[in-house]
């Protein structure tokens, strides 16, 4: 039954190949369909980039903005601390300290990661522009 089945699928796999070969050769594309393919291609990546791009953006500003606030709230906690340094107080700060220092490092990252997509777009742009 399985001998079957991969049979099948062979002749199946098979008779796909011919089609699309012949449907190239009749339209004349053999060399041209690859580049047309590669242009699609480029552009459907280029679309999903920009997109998440714009995610990774809107992202990087709201840690921005987090950080801001941590950084208020660590300089409150601070003047807190100088007036009454309670030990559930000082629990409580150097967990809002630990929290910024991964928000800082989590802001690292992602700003790493912006300069990195912003490469690879600069690389889909300068590759379409080229095959234009």
Same mark, same amino acid.
């Given at each position: 039954m399985e001998q079957l089945s991969e049979?099948?699928?062979? $002749?199946?796999? !098979?008779?796909?190949?011919s089609s699309c070969q012949s449907t190239a050769a009749? $339209? &004349?594309?053999? &060399?041209?369909? &690859?580049?047309?393919?590669?242009?699609?291609?480029s552009a459907m990546l280029?679309?999903?980039?920009?997109?998440?791009?714009?995610?990774?953006?809107?992202?990087?500003n709201s840690q921005d903005q987090l950080s801001g606030?941590? $950084?208020r709230l660590v300089q409150e906690l601070d003047q807190l601390l100088e007036n009454a340094p309670l030990p559930f107080?000082?629990?409580?700060?150097s967990r809002i300290s630990s929290v910024k220092q991964r928000v800082s490092s989590l802001n690292?990252?992602?700003k790493s990661v912006q300069r990195r997509i912003d490469n690879i !777009?600069?690389?889909?742009?300068?590759?379409t522009t080229q095959g234009n």
């Amino acid at each position: 039954m399985e001998q079957l089945s991969e049979s099948d699928g062979r $002749d199946s796999a !098979d008779a796909t190949t011919s089609s699309c070969q012949s449907t190239a050769a009749e $339209d &004349g594309e053999v &060399g041209g369909g &690859g580049e047309a393919m590669a242009r699609g291609l480029s552009a459907m990546l280029e679309s999903v980039i920009k997109d998440f791009d714009s995610k990774a953006l809107d992202t990087l500003n709201s840690q921005d903005q987090l950080s801001g606030s941590l $950084d208020r709230l660590v300089q409150e906690l601070d003047q807190l601390l100088e007036n009454a340094p309670l030990p559930f107080i000082v629990q409580h700060a150097s967990r809002i300290s630990s929290v910024k220092q991964r928000v800082s490092s989590l802001n690292l990252v992602l700003k790493s990661v912006q300069r990195r997509i912003d490469n690879i !777009d600069h690389m889909l742009s300068a590759n379409t522009t080229q095959g234009n």
